[in-house]
């Protein structure tokens, strides 16, 4: 017989349980992300522009779709124009994007991979596969494809919130 203990485990920490906050996945979100990006930033040290949250997200929207703008990108990072503004500006300076005016609407901008930026974002595309093949090699790969269904399920509707 299986040992259920395994698939709910109870969580005590240095002897201490964590009161209400054992059943909240708010808390275990926050966990992980802190580990995880911490992992991250200790992978890419050496590129220090992909470090911080949003960059590596625009960086890589930036190469696969030349021309897209940064409120497409706070979109997706689900980010204020001035936080995107902000990790934009980062990535124009250190010459891994450059901004253009678009050309359907001189008002907006439009911004382009530089040779630079499509070498660092494959970089980073390495980093974060080898991250999820090492980090997560816990979880099996039935529970990983069932988890990653959970995890944009609850992504998309907190995009409904967002919005």
């Known amino acids: 017989m299986a040992d259920d203990s395994e698939d709910d485990p109870e969580i005590i920490i240095g002897g201490l349980q964590?009161?209400?906050?054992?059943?909240?996945?708010?808390?275990?979100?926050?966990?992980?992300?802190?580990?995880?990006?911490?992992?991250?930033?200790?992978?890419?040290?050496?590129?220090?522009?992909?470090?911080?949250?949003?960059?590596?997200?625009?960086?890589?929207?930036?190469?696969?779709?030349?021309?897209?703008?940064?409120?497409?990108?706070?979109?997706?990072?689900?980010r204020d124009r001035p936080a995107t503004g902000r990790i934009v500006d980062r990535l124009v300076q250190a010459g891994a994007v450059r901004r253009e005016t678009a050309p359907d609407d001189l008002r907006a901008q439009a911004l382009f991979i530089t040779p630079t930026g499509h070498r660092l974002a494959d970089e980073i595309r390495d980093i974060v596969r080898a991250q999820e093949a090492e980090f997560f090699d816990f979880i099996p790969e039935a529970d990983r494809d069932q988890f990653m269904r959970m995890l944009k399920r609850a992504y998309l509707n907190m995009r409904k919130k967002w919005d």
């Not at 966990?31 to 949003?54: E, F, N, P, T, Y």
């Not at 590596?56 to 929207?61: Q, V």
């Open 18 to 78: 964590i009161d209400v906050l054992e059943g909240a996945f708010s808390w275990y979100i926050r966990s992980l992300d802190s580990v995880v990006s911490a992992d991250l930033d200790r992978r890419m040290a050496h590129l220090s522009i992909a470090q911080g949250k949003g960059r590596i997200t625009a960086l890589l929207l930036v190469d696969d779709y030349p021309g897209i703008r940064p409120s497409q990108i706070a979109d997706v990072l689900m």
